[in-house]
């Protein structure tokens, strides 16, 4: 079957009620809030909105019943572009609901209820669809895993991007499945036992994959592919930041759209980079959540600027190229 979608997303969606303060507060105090927004949210749910943004062919499913939740995640997937006709319906179901503190300085504190959420199964998945799909992420929080679902997807061919942040034992197990494997610098160091993030890069990559990315916050990150066995560390853009909710997940997002274009692993990273710089900055507060993610005009234009050198412009004019054929919405 030829293939119809760029990446198809499947893993925890969550409606976030964000709080914007200054700063933290100490305990038993009362504190003024600077604002407050409902968006979509949840690592592969996000992921796959940064892709829609930035003009991809995306689809995502989820189990779903009719409670407003789940139609407040449906309409802000539409809004960005992506395909909500594969989720399951299950009258019981639902996205994750969180509550998200946001100071002044971008950090975040989640708090989230997950009483609705149901994992996706094998038999969710018709073959057709995954086979529909160049790129298949999948993330991971907390139990029950979706192993099933990745073993569904290599056993049909189809790459399997990992975005995987949940300390379980069953997160070791989708790590092995994955294509592409994108950890935080603690998943990766609870992982390996070891103390650094350049040295955990190189304890995950003995498992053979096309990447193994160890990402660390502002500081960038550090990966070893297929085309380079020794660990690179990419450092990332340097900006003001307004809120780093969500930046991961669109650097996950972002990352499995090029890939699934045709870039290389060190062309992804860049690209990626410039989407989370920018879901970052959220046009210094005038836009928050999801209405921050990036389109493909904007991270083109962000990496025209930033990339100055012969090797930065020779890059900028392969990722035009892959992405041409990306209708920009």
């Not at 407003?68 to 809004?79: M, V």
């Amino acid at each position: 079957m030829s293939d119809c979608l760029d990446v198809l997303g499947i893993g925890i969606a969550a409606v976030d009620d964000l709080i914007y303060v200054a700063e933290y507060p100490s305990v038993d105090c009362k504190v003024p809030i600077l604002g407050r927004a409902r968006q979509g949210g949840g690592p592969a749910c996000t992921a796959i909105a940064a892709v829609g943004s930035l003009g991809g062919r995306a689809a995502y499913v989820a189990r779903f019943g009719d409670n407003e939740l789940s139609t407040f995640i449906k309409s802000a997937l539409l809004h960005h572009n992506t395909d909500v006709s594969h989720i399951v319906k299950d009258t019981s179901g639902g996205p994750y609901h969180s509550t998200i503190l946001v100071d002044g300085l971008g950090h975040r504190n989640v708090f989230y209820d997950a009483t609705l959420y149901r994992p996706v199964v094998p038999e969710n998945l018709p073959f057709s669809l995954i086979q529909s799909a160049r790129v298949v992420l999948l993330d991971h929080i907390t139990e029950p895993s979706l192993v099933p679902v990745a073993e569904k997807a290599r056993s049909l061919g189809v790459r399997v991007l990992g975005d995987i942040e949940g300390c379980t034992e069953s997160s070791r197990q989708l790590a092995m499945l994955t294509d592409y494997l994108i950890v935080p610098r603690a998943w990766a160091l609870w992982a390996t036992g070891t103390s650094d993030a350049l040295e955990a890069c190189k304890v995950l990559a003995h498992t053979e994959r096309r990447a193994t990315i160890v990402t660390d916050s502002a500081r960038g990150c550090y990966c070893i592919s297929e085309c380079d066995s020794t660990v690179r560390h990419f450092p990332a853009f340097k900006v003001d930041v307004f809120d780093s909710n969500g930046c991961g997940d669109t650097f996950h997002g972002a990352f499995a759209l090029a890939v699934a274009r045709g870039l290389t692993v060190e062309q992804a990273i860049p690209f990626a980079s410039a989407a989370a710089a920018l879901k970052a900055v959220a046009a210094g507060g005038d836009n928050r959540g999801w209405d921050a993610l990036p389109t493909l005009d904007e991270v083109l234009r962000f990496l025209e600027a930033r990339l100055t050198e012969l090797d930065g412009v020779l890059l900028l004019r392969e990722i035009q190229s892959r992405m041409a054929a990306i209708p920009r919405k």
